[in-house]
T-cell receptor
Framework: GNSVTQMEGPVTLSEEAFLTINCTYT??????LFWYVQYPGEGLQLLLK?????DKGSNKGFEATYRKETTSFHLEKGSVQVSDSAVYFC??????????FGKGTTLSVSS | NAGVTQTPKFQVLKTGQSMTLQCAQD?????MYWYRQDPGMGLRLIYY???????DKGEVPNGYNVSRLNKREFSLRLESAAPSQTSVYFC?????????????FGEGSWLTVV
């Protein structure tokens, strides 16, 4: 079945550092890929998504590129801020299926 | 601008008690979902409803029942609560199921079973 694997955290960075959170997936066919973010005490919010191979999703300085050849959708940001501290979830869905999540990666950014 | 609203936000139950988590969305979405979130496990799908009048099991349905009351509302019932059901529960909705449809989440319900 479909699955999502993302790097385990926590990831601890200093402000203005470069961020990469790895995500790989297993799926038949061509899934759509998502990154969601969860701030403390809140529900999940969509950060960005990509619906076909080679698409790049971007939002708030974050970006991720749908790589079919490596089945990956790594999240990157050039310069993180303290306010980016949160839990980040990689996820996928396909036609007729609900969203399947990775286990989440906690990011902590210090000033 | 309510989006997905779920109640209650916090609940403590004794083992064996029953309760219902309520969820409503005001976005005219067809599909609704219940997930649970546990430390180190990410979010796991309990049940979903692709459209009004249909419900399907997700990854972890045991111990739960759901009702799609109408297009807006999707409730989750614990008939006999167990400590293993201590978790944070999220209701969510989307226009359709799958294929790039963005899912919108409620703020969560923290349930403790003692």
């Amino acid at each position: 079945g479909n699955s999502v694997t993302q790097m385990e955290g926590p990831v601890t960075l200093s402000e203005e550092a470069f961020l990469t959170i790895n995500c790989t997936y297993t799926a038949t066919g061509y899934p759509s890929l998502f990154w969601y973010v969860q701030y403390p005490g809140e529900g999940l919010q969509l950060l960005l998504k990509a619906t076909k191979a080679d698409d790049k999703g971007s939002n708030k300085g974050f970006e991720a590129t749908y790589r079919k050849e490596t089945t990956s959708f790594h999240l990157e940001k050039g310069s993180v801020q303290v306010s980016d501290s949160a839990v980040y979830f990689c996820a996928l869905n396909q036609a007729g299926t609900a969203l399947i999540f990775g286990k989440g990666t906690t990011l902590s950014v210090s000033s | 601008n309510a989006g997905v609203t779920q109640t209650p936000k916090f609940q403590v139950l004794k083992t064996g008690q029953s309760m219902t988590l309520q969820c409503a969305q005001d976005m005219n979405h067809n599909s609704m979902y219940w997930y649970r979130q546990d430390p180190g496990m990410g979010l796991r799908l309990i049940y979903y409803s692709a459209s009004e009048g249909t419900t399907d099991k997700g990854e972890v349905p045991n111990g739960y029942n759901v009702s799609r009351l109408n297009k807006r509302e999707f409730s989750l019932r614990l008939e006999s609560a167990a400590p293993s059901q201590t978790s944070v529960y999220f209701c969510a909705s989307s226009q359709r199921t799958g294929a790039g449809n963005t899912i919108y989440f409620g703020e969560g319900s923290w349930l403790t079973v003692v």
